[in-house]
């Protein structure tokens, strides 16, 4: 597809489970992003990769939050011991230049 | 903090007339801007960008108001149509930033027959 891609759509976790989530930018986008988005919220913005190299984390909320792209062009998010508050929509963006493509999210409910 | 927030949560309007999306920012560093549409279940879709050094610009059926003045932008749709419901966020990207969107609460946009 031409488009973001990211899975799983929808994950159910349990408190305390371990989760992993994948991105799968446009082929040749450079930039990648993540936003964590709270119901009825807006995104917010989590962690910055520019090709392989993560250059901003200062969104992560906490040190339970871990993302990488260890090849510069899929990118997993991993949130450790989840927590109820984590429940979210997780977006994955990539770019070339200024515009940024999103991709449809992961919902994450923590029960 | 600063912040961009928007004025109104929901808007209804009927099929065929215009409608005005208001945003308002307060970080005056801020020098580009996005408008985004979020269909449910989807993620948020670029519409149409403004820099700090332009007033206005227009895409197809959409327009973009920037007033530095008072901190405000506005997104026009003209001949509204069903399709345009969505949730509608305008988001900056600080010039200390350079990357990272900042996104208000959203409006969400109803559009009635």
Redesign the interface.
Known sequence: GAG?SQSPRYKVAKRGQDVALRCDPISGHV?L?W?QQAL??????LT?FQNEAQL?KS?LPSDRFFAERPEGSVSTLKIQRTQQEDSAVY?C?SSLG????????TRLTVT | GES?GLHLPTLSVQEGDNSIINCAYSNSASD?F?WYKQES??????II?IRSNMDKRQGQRVTVLLNKTVKHLSLQIAATQPGDSAVY?C?E?PSNSG????????TSLLVTP
């Open positions: 973001v930039s992003f936003y009825g919220q807006g995104p917010e913005f910055y901003d969104g977006l963006a200024n515009e940024q493509y999103f991709g449809p999210g | 961009v580009y996005i279940g989807k993620g948020p879709q670029f960008d966020f988001a990207i990357y990272a969107l900042n996104f208000g609460k959203g």
